[in-house]
C-alpha cells in the first residue's frame, strides 16, 4: 500500500482504523482532476528550478497516460491505498521512480483535494445546469403550445382564476430559472485556486501559484492560505442551490401527479414515463414524478447534513472535510438523472385541454372580476368583495354558477345588468384584462420571449 506519510509511524494502519478513514472508494472519481493538479504543480516547480524542464514534461506524460488508461479500463486505481491522490501516488511511482519522489514538494493533500474538487464541481456543475436548462426549455416548449388554454389558477389548491396552461407552465419555467442562476453563482464563486497554500502556511519553495491556477483555469487564487484549506463553502453553497432546485422539481412533480389523476384529469404521461403495477393491470402511475418530489428529501438531506460537518471545525484543515465529497457527488448524480427524466415527461406528457377548459367554466373562478368591475364602476372595494359574495352565496344555495343568475338577482345582489355581467363573465375575457405579470396574452407572449431569451444565456453560459 502507497501511502502520502510514514517516516514517524512504527506501525502501519490498522485495517479497521484504514477501513473506517478511507475515501478511495469514493473520491477516485477525482482522478482526472488530481492528475491535473499535480500536473500544474510539477509546472510550477519547474518554473522554480526543482524540478528539470524535462522531469516536468515527463510527469505530465505519465499522469496523462493515467488518465487515458483508467478511462479505457486498463489501469485500476482501486487498490488498498487511503484515497485518490495516494493511488496516484503508487502509478506514478511505478512509472517514473526516479522523478515521482520530487513532484508533491510545497504540495498537500489540503490544498490538492480543494483543488481537486472545485475543478470536478466547475464541469459538474455545468453538466447541471444544462440539463436544467433542458428541463426549462422542455416547459417552455408546452407553454408556447397551450398559449390559448384555460385553466383555473389555485390557491389552496381551490380553483381561484382563470389563467392560461402557458402562464401556469411558465411560472415553473422562472422559478427553475432562477435556480440555474443560483447554480452559476455558486459555481462562479467556487472557480478559485486553494493551490499554494500547502498544509495551511503556504511553502518556502517560492512556487508561483498565479501561474498553477492560471494553468487550471482558475480565474483567481484564494487570497488566504488558512481560508483556503478550511473552506468548503462552495460545497456547501451548491448544495444550497440544488436542495431549492430540488425543492421546486418536486413541486413540480407533484402536480404531474395531481394532473394525471383521474380526480383532475388534466393530463396523461406518455407511456415512455410512466410505470405499470405488478398487481393491478389498469394502472398507470406517475413514477417518475413521484421520486423527483422524492429527492427534494434527499438534496435537503446532502446540503442540512454536510452544514453539520462544517458547523464549529476549527480552522485550517480537518478530516471532518472527506465528508464533504458524498453529499456533493450524490446531490450532483441525483440532479443529473432527475434533470433529464422530468423534461422527457414533460416533453411527451399529453393534457386533456378541454378537462381544462371545463374546469374554467366553473364561473366561480370570475367573482374576482366582477367585484373588480364593480370597483370600476365606483364602488369601494370592501363593498364590492360584500355584495359579489352574495351573488355567490345566492348561486350556491340554488346550485348554479355566477353567470346562470337572473338579471334581477344580478340587479338586485350586486346593482349590475345582465349584460354588463355577460361582458364581464367571460374567461377567456378575464384573461386579457390581466396584463402583465397577469396572463394576458401580451404578458405570456412577453414571458415566452425573456424565457427563451434566458435558455440561450444558460446554454451559452456554459462554452
Ligand atoms: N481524503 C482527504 C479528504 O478528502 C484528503 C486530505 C487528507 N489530508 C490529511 N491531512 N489527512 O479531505
Same mark, same amino acid.
Given at each position: 500500500?502507497? &501511502?502520502? %506519510?510514514?517516516?514517524?509511524?512504527?506501525?502501519?494502519?490498522?485495517?479497521?482504523?484504514?477501513?473506517?478513514?478511507?475515501?478511495?472508494?469514493?473520491?477516485?472519481?477525482?482522478?482526472?482532476?488530481?492528475?491535473?493538479?499535480?500536473?500544474?504543480?510539477?509546472?510550477?516547480?519547474?518554473?522554480?528550478?526543482?524540478?528539470?524542464?524535462?522531469? $516536468?514534461?515527463?510527469?505530465?506524460?505519465?499522469?496523462?497516460?493515467?488518465?487515458?488508461?483508467?478511462?479505457?479500463? @486498463?489501469?485500476?486505481?482501486?487498490?488498498?491505498?487511503?484515497?485518490?491522490?495516494?493511488?496516484?501516488?503508487?502509478?506514478?511511482? =511505478?512509472?517514473?521512480?526516479?522523478?515521482?519522489?520530487?513532484?508533491?514538494?510545497?504540495?498537500? @493533500?489540503?490544498?490538492?483535494?480543494?483543488?481537486?474538487?472545485?475543478? %470536478?464541481?466547475?464541469?459538474?456543475?455545468?453538466?447541471?445546469?444544462?440539463?436544467?436548462?433542458?428541463?426549462?426549455?422542455a416547459l417552455?416548449?408546452r407553454?408556447?403550445?397551450?398559449?390559448?388554454?384555460?385553466?383555473?389558477?389555485? !390557491?389552496? +389548491?381551490?380553483?381561484?382564476? /382563470?389563467?392560461?396552461?402557458?402562464?401556469?407552465l411558465?411560472?415553473?419555467?422562472?422559478?427553475?430559472?432562477?435556480?440555474?442562476?443560483?447554480? #452559476?453563482?455558486? +459555481?462562479?464563486?467556487?472557480?478559485?485556486?486553494?493551490?499554494?497554500?500547502? $498544509?495551511?502556511?503556504?511553502?518556502?519553495?517560492?512556487?508561483?501559484?498565479?501561474?498553477?491556477?492560471?494553468?487550471?483555469?482558475? /480565474?483567481?487564487?484564494?487570497?488566504?492560505?488558512?481560508?483556503?484549506?478550511?473552506?468548503?463553502?462552495?460545497?456547501?453553497?451548491?448544495?444550497?442551490?440544488?436542495?431549492?432546485?430540488?425543492?421546486?422539481?418536486?413541486?413540480?412533480?407533484?402536480?404531474i401527479?395531481?394532473w394525471t389523476?383521474? =380526480?383532475?384529469?388534466y393530463a396523461e404521461l406518455s407511456?415512455?414515463f410512466a410505470?405499470?403495477?405488478?398487481?393491478?393491470?389498469?394502472? &398507470?402511475?406517475p413514477?417518475?414524478a413521484?421520486?423527483?418530489?422524492?429527492?427534494?428529501?434527499?438534496?435537503?438531506?446532502?446540503? $442540512?447534513?454536510?452544514?453539520?460537518?462544517? &458547523?464549529?471545525?476549527?480552522? *485550517?484543515?480537518?478530516?471532518?472535510?472527506?465528508?464533504?465529497? =458524498?453529499?456533493?457527488?450524490?446531490?450532483?448524480?441525483?440532479?443529473?438523472?432527475?434533470?433529464?427524466?422530468l423534461?422527457g415527461a414533460v416533453r411527451t406528457i399529453r393534457f386533456d385541454?378541454?378537462?381544462?377548459?371545463?374546469?374554467?367554466?366553473?364561473?366561480?373562478?370570475?367573482?374576482?372580476?366582477?367585484?373588480?368591475?364593480?370597483?370600476?364602476?365606483?364602488?369601494?372595494?370592501?363593498?364590492?368583495? =360584500?355584495?359579489?359574495?352574495?351573488?355567490?352565496?345566492?348561486?350556491?344555495?340554488?346550485?348554479?354558477?355566477?353567470?346562470? +343568475?337572473? !338579471?334581477?338577482?344580478?340587479?338586485?345582489?350586486?346593482?349590475? !345588468?345582465?349584460?354588463?355581467?355577460?361582458?364581464?363573465?367571460?374567461?377567456?375575457?378575464?384573461?386579457?384584462?390581466? *396584463?402583465?405579470?397577469?396572463?394576458?396574452? $401580451?404578458?405570456?407572449?412577453?414571458? #415566452?420571449?425573456?424565457?427563451?431569451?434566458?435558455?440561450?444565456?444558460?446554454?451559452?453560459?456554459? @462554452?
Amino acid at each position: 500500500m502507497t &501511502k502520502l %506519510w510514514g517516516g514517524r509511524f512504527g506501525e502501519e494502519p490498522a485495517p479497521e482504523a484504514l477501513a473506517f478513514t478511507r475515501s478511495l472508494s469514493f473520491d477516485r472519481r477525482l482522478y482526472r482532476e488530481d492528475c491535473a493538479v499535480l500536473t500544474a504543480h510539477a509546472h510550477a516547480l519547474a518554473r522554480a528550478d526543482l524540478l528539470e524542464e524535462d522531469e $516536468a514534461r515527463r510527469v505530465a506524460i505519465v499522469l496523462s497516460r493515467l488518465v487515458e488508461d483508467v478511462e479505457a479500463g @486498463r489501469l485500476d486505481l482501486g487498490g488498498d491505498e487511503e484515497d485518490v491522490h495516494s493511488a496516484v501516488e503508487r502509478v506514478l511511482l =511505478e512509472r517514473l521512480p526516479d522523478v515521482a519522489p520530487k513532484v508533491r514538494a510545497g504540495l498537500s @493533500r489540503n490544498d490538492r483535494v480543494s483543488a481537486a474538487l472545485r475543478l %470536478w464541481l466547475r464541469s459538474a456543475g455545468h453538466g447541471v445546469v444544462e440539463a436544467l436548462a433542458d428541463l426549462i426549455d422542455a416547459l417552455r416548449a408546452r407553454a408556447e403550445e397551450h398559449t390559448d388554454v384555460v385553466m383555473p389558477g389555485y !390557491t389552496h +389548491l381551490q380553483r381561484a382564476q /382563470p389563467v392560461r396552461l402557458a402562464h401556469h407552465l411558465l411560472a415553473h419555467c422562472f422559478a427553475l430559472e432562477r435556480d440555474a442562476r443560483r447554480l #452559476l453563482d455558486a +459555481l462562479a464563486r467556487a472557480d478559485a485556486s486553494p493551490l499554494g497554500s500547502g $498544509a495551511l502556511a503556504g511553502s518556502t519553495l517560492g512556487l508561483d501559484a498565479a501561474g498553477v491556477a492560471a494553468e487550471l483555469g482558475f /480565474p483567481t487564487v484564494l487570497a488566504n492560505s488558512i481560508d483556503a484549506v478550511a473552506a468548503r463553502d462552495f460545497v456547501a453553497e451548491f448544495l444550497a442551490a440544488a436542495a431549492i432546485l430540488g425543492v421546486h422539481c418536486s413541486r413540480l412533480g407533484e402536480e404531474i401527479v395531481l394532473w394525471t389523476s383521474a =380526480e383532475f384529469g388534466y393530463a396523461e404521461l406518455s407511456d415512455a414515463f410512466a410505470t405499470g403495477s405488478s398487481l393491478m393491470p389498469h394502472k &398507470k402511475n406517475p413514477d417518475a414524478a413521484e421520486l423527483a418530489r422524492a429527492k427534494a428529501g434527499r438534496l435537503i438531506g446532502d446540503a $442540512a447534513g454536510f452544514l453539520a460537518v462544517l &458547523k464549529g471545525l476549527p480552522l *485550517a484543515y480537518n478530516r471532518d472535510l472527506q465528508e464533504d465529497k =458524498e453529499p456533493l457527488f450524490d446531490a450532483v448524480d441525483t440532479l443529473r438523472s432527475m434533470l433529464p427524466a422530468l423534461a422527457g415527461a414533460v416533453r411527451t406528457i399529453r393534457f386533456d385541454v378541454d378537462a381544462m377548459e371545463r374546469a374554467a367554466e366553473d364561473g366561480m373562478v370570475l367573482a374576482t372580476d366582477l367585484a373588480e368591475y364593480l370597483v370600476g364602476k365606483g364602488m369601494p372595494f370592501r363593498d364590492a368583495h =360584500e355584495a359579489v359574495g352574495r351573488v355567490v352565496a345566492r348561486a350556491l344555495s340554488q346550485e348554479k354558477s355566477l353567470p346562470d +343568475l337572473s !338579471t334581477q338577482e344580478l340587479s338586485d345582489l350586486a346593482g349590475v !345588468t345582465a349584460e354588463e355581467v355577460h361582458e364581464v363573465l367571460s374567461a377567456q375575457a378575464s384573461l386579457d384584462r390581466r *396584463a402583465a405579470p397577469g396572463p394576458s396574452s $401580451a404578458s405570456v407572449k412577453e414571458q #415566452l420571449e425573456t424565457i427563451a431569451r434566458s435558455i440561450d444565456d444558460l446554454r451559452a453560459a456554459q @462554452r
